[in-house]
Structures are given as C-alpha cells and as structure tokens.
Nanobody, 120 residues
Framework: QAQLVESGGGLVQPGGALRLSCAHTGGIFSGAPMGWYRQGAGKEREVVAGITTDGITNYTDAVKGRFTVSRDNAKKMVYLQMNSLKPEDTATYYC??????????????WGQGTLVTVSS
C-alpha cells in the first residue's frame, strides 16, 4: 500500500532553519514528480515546491531562494530544506505526488503531515 510519512517539523524562531523529510514506499512515488505542500490554520492546502525524477525543481514565489527540495530515490526519500523561516511559513507540511494547484483538490493518499511553527 502506497504510504507517505513526513517528519522533521517543530518550533523554530524567525530566521531559523528546518529540514523536512518524507519517506515513501517507492513504486509510483519513485517514478513520479514529487511535491511539498503546506496548509496553514484556516487556509487551503497549497503547493510549496516540486521536483521531477530528473531533479528539476520549482517553487512557489513565497519560498524561492529560501527553500530547497531534493530527493533520493534509492532511499525512497524526499526532503525540504527550509532556511530563513518566517512566521508566515507556519503550517502543516505534506509531501505527495506533484500536482498543479488547479488539480490539487483531487489528489489523495495524504500522510499525517509535519507541523512547522515559526515563532519567537
């Protein structure tokens, strides 16, 4: 059964850094573009970053230059390095197959996510 498990979240001060990890079960995930998403309190889930199987990346404007997505298919892992964190980055972060925002509502198979809180 396909599964995603996110970890690495926590409480960090503004300007700090965290590295999120996503463990997947291989299969469809290893052969697909993967994405990181986040959902803040009272907000809709949004795309944060994506990475193709070839390592080509893209980011939402709000995190460009601060976040870096990477993947290691051999280890069945996807990572999100988050630097220069801001309070507005506070959210629960999820990984899943990459999907464009307009089709995000149709994506299923979400993990439990990992909570990132940026606060002094």
């Amino acid at each position: 059964q396909a599964q995603l498990v996110e970890s690495g979240g926590g409480l960090v001060q503004p300007g700090g850094a965290l590295r999120l990890s996503c463990a997947h079960t291989g299969g469809i995930f290893s052969g697909a573009p993967m994405g990181w998403y986040r959902q803040g309190a009272g907000k809709e889930r949004e795309v944060v970053a994506g990475i193709t199987t070839d390592g080509i990346t893209n980011y939402t404007d709000a995190v460009k230059g601060r976040f870096t997505v990477s993947r290691d298919n051999a280890k069945k892992m996807v990572y999100l390095q988050m630097n220069s964190l801001k309070p507005e980055d506070t959210a629960t972060y999820y990984c899943n197959i990459f999907q464009e925002p307009r089709f995000l509502k149709f994506l299923e198979g979400w993990g439990q996510g990992t909570l990132v809180t940026v606060s002094s």
